[in-house]
């Protein structure tokens, strides 16, 4: 396999020299110690801010290189345009990137439907609804939906997407997941976590060269600010003991 994406050094705000590799063809859980660290680094990976230190690379160029379209995004909440219908939502990105061919669309989101929602007499109503009219469940099944029918190399996922879901739609937002990784050689899926997760998916390993809990423990604690300023992890490890 080949790497896909690569952190390496990565900093930027509460993230200090990240490093980690997702490799083509995998889907891949990176932990993260906070909210904020997620809503970070699925930001560094999606390109939308750039780096303070470090590299991001994608396919082994620079991310900024990297072709519209090329990376997706399942935020955990949907992430739906709110005067749109779900069909609206599903389909708009691929006019933006200039993918959609009406049947061709059709017959896409249908095959994924099948999987996340075989209730066919579902279908028609719940395309048709605004956005403001869904449930939770729904609306995380419209992002959900809407970066599988974009089909891009990598597909940045929130990992609260599982919470608050049955099973069922658990067991099969899953599988919909590994057969998008399956259908193309080149197809990744990163799953970004703030903390514990009960996804069973590879976990990435990272090297946080700073100490992640050690940088956690000095911002928490005014006492220790000073110590990680000025002689850094070594002395903030003895102090913590």
Do not use: C
């Not at 020299?17 to 859980?29: C, D, K, N, P, Y």
């Not at 992002?143 to 599982?162: H, W, Y």
């Not at 739609?169 to 976590?193: C, G, M, N, P």
């Amino acid at each position: 396999m080949k790497p896909l994406l690569q952190f390496s050094d990565v900093t930027y705000e509460t993230i200090t020299r990240l490093s980690f590799t997702l490799e083509e063809g995998e889907i891949a859980v990176l932990k993260t110690a906070t909210g904020k660290d997620k809503a970070n680094v699925m930001e560094l990976a999606l390109g939308e801010t750039a780096t303070e230190e470090g590299s991001i690379l994608f396919r082994g160029k620079a991310l900024e290189a990297s072709p519209l379209g090329s990376i997706g995004w399942i935020p955990s909440n949907g992430g739906l345009i709110g005067n749109l219908k779900a069909w609206e939502n599903i389909t708009l990105p691929l006019w933006y990137h200039g993918k959609r061919i009406p049947d061709a669309t059709e017959e896409i989101v249908s095959r994924w439907l099948h999987i996340v929602e075989p209730d066919t007499h579902k279908w028609v109503d719940f395309m048709a609804s605004p956005s403001a009219r869904l449930g939770m469940r729904e609306r995380k099944l419209v992002g959900l939906l809407r970066g599988l029918v974009l089909a891009p190399q990598l597909l940045v996922t929130d990992a609260a997407l599982f919470d608050n879901i049955d099973q069922y739609d658990s067991h099969s937002w899953k599988t919909a997941l590994e057969l998008f990784v399956q259908e193309a050689d080149d197809r990744s899926v990163l799953i970004v976590s703030d903390g514990t997760t009960s996804l069973n998916w590879k976990i990435i390993g990272t090297n946080n060269k700073n100490g992640a809990a050690m940088k956690l423990l000095a911002d928490r604690d005014e006492r220790f600010k000073g110590l990680f300023a000025k002689v850094g992890i070594f002395v903030l490890l003895a102090v913590a003991g």
